[in-house]
């Protein structure tokens, strides 16, 4: 793997080569992970974007900038972030056990949840990964048009009140 990608240039100048050659042998592996996992519905795109709004709403919010309050900070957008994080890796890896069951069997599985399953039951699915929708606290809140109206959080204690215009400080 490693000799695959030497060749090609690092941003700071050089190429990869030159950083493997300074890395420690011990310390490069390759992740293959991402081989058994099923990017299930875009499910990690919009992991990664509503984690990154949930922590920049947090420390948006955070009083001063102090160890103990970023701590804090951090421990409450893992308590946040955990939760639903697992829910996709858990699914993915599901649905990518599903889509990738062989035999008679695993044939049948798919043409009957393909083709039988009501849309309903799609639906009720679908909503279950759209139930929440973290949005930027100290911006103007989109609107949702659609059929579905997802949970959302509140605007920061920080906007002015009856407006979308965040308090500078």
Same mark, same amino acid.
């Given at each position: 793997?490693?000799?695959?990608?030497? &060749?090609?240039?690092?941003?700071?100048?050089?190429?990869?080569?030159?950083?493997?050659?300074?890395?420690? @042998? !011990?310390?490069?592996?390759?992740?293959?992970?991402?081989?058994?996992?099923?990017? /299930?519905?875009?499910?990690?795109?919009?992991?990664?974007?509503?984690?990154?709004?949930?922590?920049?709403?947090?420390?948006? !919010?955070?009083?001063?900038?102090?160890?103990? !309050?970023?701590?804090?900070? *951090?421990?409450?957008?893992?308590?946040?972030?955990?939760?639903?994080? @697992?829910?996709?890796?858990?699914?993915? &890896?599901?649905?990518?056990?599903?889509? &990738?069951?062989?035999?008679? *069997?695993?044939?049948?599985?798919?043409?009957?949840?393909?083709?039988?399953?009501?849309?309903?039951?799609?639906?009720?699915?679908?909503?279950?990964?759209?139930?929440?929708?973290?949005?930027?606290? /100290?911006?103007? /809140?989109?609107? /949702?048009?659609?059929? *579905?109206?997802?949970?959302?959080?509140?605007?920061?204690?920080?906007?002015?009140? !009856?407006?979308?215009?965040?308090?500078?400080?």
């Amino acid at each position: 793997m490693c000799d695959k990608v030497r &060749h090609l240039p690092c941003p700071y100048g050089g190429t990869l080569g030159d950083i493997l050659d300074e890395t420690p @042998k !011990e310390v490069i592996s390759k992740v293959m992970l991402e081989d058994k996992m099923l990017p /299930f519905g875009g499910q990690g795109a919009t992991m990664a974007m509503q984690s990154a709004v949930a922590l920049a709403n947090l420390l948006f !919010e955070m009083q001063n900038i102090t160890e103990p !309050e970023i701590a804090r900070v *951090f421990q409450q957008y893992y308590n946040a972030r955990s939760r639903p994080g @697992k829910l996709a890796v858990n699914s993915s &890896h599901q649905t990518g056990s599903v889509m &990738h069951m062989r035999g008679a *069997f695993g044939n049948a599985f798919r043409y009957i949840g393909f083709n039988w399953m009501p849309r309903w039951a799609m639906k009720k699915g679908m909503d279950s990964y759209n139930g929440y929708k973290e949005q930027i606290s /100290f911006l103007p /809140f989109a609107k /949702f048009r659609g059929t *579905f109206v997802p949970r959302t959080n509140k605007p920061s204690r920080q906007m002015i009140p !009856e407006s979308n215009v965040a308090v500078v400080v």
